[in-house]
């Protein structure tokens, strides 16, 4: 009888660590697609400017040289550093909100708000948008 207990806790924790995996799959995917077109995103924003006023206060703070060349690393750095920062600040929100509601709907939730955010600012529907035949 003990064993039969034992045995399905191991199928449950085993069906846990699949769909935390498959959440952390999801969102690694998701943040590390836009690594090849960042080069192309840097140029875009060095030569529109819209950014630059940061690029130069970040580099004063720094206290790297006033060379051009170093615009497309301090810029590539400054949103990595952003976007650690950020969600440095959000886990602390995240973990009390999944002690509250529990992990499944939290993850839930976090995954398919990620997943219509990317989706909405890439101009393409969501596999949940779509509609079936």
Not at 33 to 51: A, E, K, M, R, V
Request: hydrophobic share 45%.
């Amino acid at each position: 009888m003990a064993s039969d207990r034992t045995t399905s806790e191991d199928v449950h924790s085993s069906r846990v660590i699949r769909v935390v995996f498959l959440a952390l799959l999801l969102d690694l995917l998701g943040f590390t697609l836009i690594l090849p077109l960042l080069p192309s995103i840097l140029d875009h924003y060095s030569q529109t400017g819209s950014l630059q006023s940061v690029v130069d206060w970040f580099r004063g703070v720094v206290g790297v040289p006033m060379e051009t060349k170093y615009n497309s690393v301090l810029f590539g750095g400054l949103i990595g550093s952003l976007y650690c920062w950020l969600q440095f600040l959000s886990s602390p929100i995240t973990g009390a909100l999944s002690d509250d509601y529990g992990r499944k709907p939290l993850l839930l939730l976090t995954t398919i708000s990620v997943d219509k955010i990317r989706s909405y600012r890439a101009g393409i529907p969501t596999f949940l948008s779509v509609k079936p035949f």
